[in-house]
């Protein structure tokens, strides 16, 4: 029998200094949860049970694998440790972007990925959104979506040179994407920061938790079988079954998925060492004069700038502005994050009024040290059918969404199309905490250069 819990994880002291949650900004008081539909109804696991595949974790990614595993006639099982979308899921800025981060553009992919993996990625990711909102509209998921373009504002003269190759690398792939002009870029945001801005029209944004919540009610729709409160506590390879246990109940699978993001809790130590939690803070702000919609973001896309710590907005439905970014400081209170992403805002958009912090809340997401997304074997053998999933690196909910779609095709055998992404061993970081300490350094350097930069392009 091999055991692969790992019980007694607790966080190191550098991740509780750099990533630990303020306990006042929780899933609760989010501005998606104040206004999301509720999702389906569910039960806890009770006593033992039986599935083809077994997914730990009720996010896009464990949702859309289930939902296409049950559209393909494969038997499949949801355990959610809380609620559907209490990870990630539920707390993100909403915006649905159809590309990968700054720096990880096609020939990138191609470099690390390898040539035929590089392509897979780039196309899997360069067709989410179109499958996000396709998604949404098969299953009527009422969540505010909007599929209005997603833009990246680009904050210096010298960036030009760059939006112009990475919009060549994305239309070579067949992407509708495009260069917008310094006039079309303040236009778009409603900022004179900005020096031009790449635009792709199938991006947009929606309300992240009633998106999860409904990919939740559409694959139990479709026969997924979905348990919530229902926290794993260990998983065991036994014989050539999955053993998995939960306060109340047991799972066996012949098959594993795990997609807990940043929060497994030690379920795989390996797979989740290759990852670092970054904590994110959000903010929505009050409802604005819906006038000042002609002025900011006046085509109601999604936006987020080139800055190494980036600038990101959206509207909401009731004309709130929703931001948000890193922490204040590693060490800084509840009350400063709030105000924070505020502040910073409203220097770059004086048309605005006072900005007051209507809903804080914040998350957490998982990445790679190579931001890559990862198919990870658990056990000890190639043959044991146990795998962990992240394909989170900022932007991860129109690409969770599609390698779960992906996941599911492999899953069930029942397509050619290859997997984008390589089975590999879990391949962690040597001292896991280190990573966190030197984010810690990164953020204070990054945003010195940040003002630099901004300030020689005045
Ligand atoms: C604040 C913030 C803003 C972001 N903004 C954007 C954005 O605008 N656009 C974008 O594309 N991406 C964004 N992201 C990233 C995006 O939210 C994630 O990439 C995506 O939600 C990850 O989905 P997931 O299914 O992999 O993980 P999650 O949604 O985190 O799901 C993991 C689930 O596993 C469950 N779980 C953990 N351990 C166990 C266990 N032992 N047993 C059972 N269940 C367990 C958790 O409760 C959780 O629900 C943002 C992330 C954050 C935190």
Redesign the pocket.
Known sequence: MTKIAHEGYSPTLFERLAAAPHPSLTFQESFWHATAPAGPRTIPLEGEAETDVAI????????STALHLAEAGVEATV???????????????????PNLLTGLDPTVMRREMGDEHGRLICDMVGQSAELVFDLIRRHGIACEARQSGWIQPVHTPEKLAWLEDRVAQWRSLGRPVQALSRDEAVYETGSEVYHGAFLDPTGG?LN?LAY?RGLAAAAVQAGARLHTN????EVQRQGDRWRLT?DRGTLVAKRLLL???????G?APKAEGTQFP?????VASQPLDPALRESVLPRDR?A?DTRKELV?YRWTWDNRIVT?GLLASPFGSAERAKTYHLDRLQEMLPQLPPLEPAYA??????AARDFMPRLMRLGERGSDQGWS????????????TALGRRLALWLSGGSNEKLPVPVTDPDPVAVPSLASVAFSVWLPWNRRIDRAELKRAK
């Open positions: 730990v974790g009720g996010g896009y990614l464990g949702f355990l959610e440790a809380d609620e559907p979308g209490f990870g990630a899921s539920g707390r993100n800025t909403g915006f649905v972007v944004h992240p999860c229902s926290r794993v506590r939960t997609t807990t993001n940043s929060t497994g809790g379920l970054i904590t994110l803070f959000q999604s987020a990101a948000g809340w914040q998350g957490r997401l998982a999933a992240i394909a989170c690196n900022g932007r991860g909910m129109a690409m969770t």
